[in-house]
């Protein structure tokens, strides 16, 4: 299993340019989520999805659209990069049943996002 | 929301010394894990312990779930043990969300 994977590994972007972040994992997880990192703190969550076709927002989820049409991939979208935006992106998956809690997270190696 | 606290935020080691990291959280909770960011900044996985202790190598960790305090333990420290040790939970109320602390930055110096 390769696990967790995310393109691109770095990117610069200038203001206002869209683009996407690909997440995709083979370990047939139904969870899967977007985190940011900023220098010197933790993660946060942006945006999470139990399942295909089911998305919610996390604690930052402003300047980002996510859509989930198949178990394996989660792209996260960027519709217009500002400044702000400048962080380390994280994808991460887990199993998620119905009525249970607590599955072990997989964390991809990340995204490094520049914007200028 | 579950809050989580991580101490201490800073740790300078020589390379054979013992060491405690600790996260204590606000609420009951589902998942406990702790991860090592290497200088590189990738995470890796040390431990999933929502509960009970763990050993790997020279590395354990206790989670007191009913206390809400997670302890990582890592003795004779090696100059590869550097980087930011990450705690994180998942609450009860929280669906499958983990929530992070903002890390023990440990130095091993030779």
């Known amino acids: 299993n390769a696990g967790v994977t995310q393109t691109p590994k770095f990117q610069v972007l200038k203001t206002g340019q869209s683009m996407t972040l690909q997440c995709a994992q083979d370990?047939?997880?139904?969870?899967m989520s977007w985190y940011r990192q900023d220098p010197g703190m933790g993660l946060r969550l942006i945006h999470y999805?139990?399942?295909?076709?089911?998305?919610d927002q996390g604690e930052v989820p402003n300047g980002y659209n996510v859509s989930r049409s198949t178990t394996e991939d989660f792209p996260l979208r960027l519709l217009s990069a500002a400044p702000s935006q400048t962080s380390v992106y994280f994808c991460?998956?887990?199993?998620?049943?119905?009525?249970?809690?607590?599955?072990?997270?997989?964390f991809g190696p990340g995204t490094r996002l520049t914007v200028t | 929301g579950i809050q989580v606290e991580q101490s201490p935020p800073d740790l300078i080691l020589q390379e054979g010394a013992n060491s405690t990291l600790r996260c204590n959280f606000s609420?009951?909770?589902?998942?406990l894990q702790w991860f090592h960011q290497n200088p590189w900044g990738q995470l890796i996985n040390l431990f999933y312990i929502p509960s009970g202790t763990k050993q790997n190598g020279r590395l354990s960790a206790t989670t007191v779930a009913t206390e809400r305090y997670s302890l990582l333990y890592i003795s004779s420290s090696q100059t590869t043990d550097s980087g930011v040790y990450f705690c994180a939970v998942e609450g009860e109320t929280s669906g499958s969300r983990l929530t992070f602390g903002e890390g023990t930055q440990l130095t091993v110096n030779p």
């Open positions: 999805s139990v399942g295909a076709g089911i998305t």
């Open positions: 609420d009951s909770v589902n998942n």
């Open positions: 991460a998956s887990s199993y998620s049943i119905v009525g249970k809690r607590g599955y072990e997270q997989y």
């Open positions: 370990m047939n997880h139904e969870y």
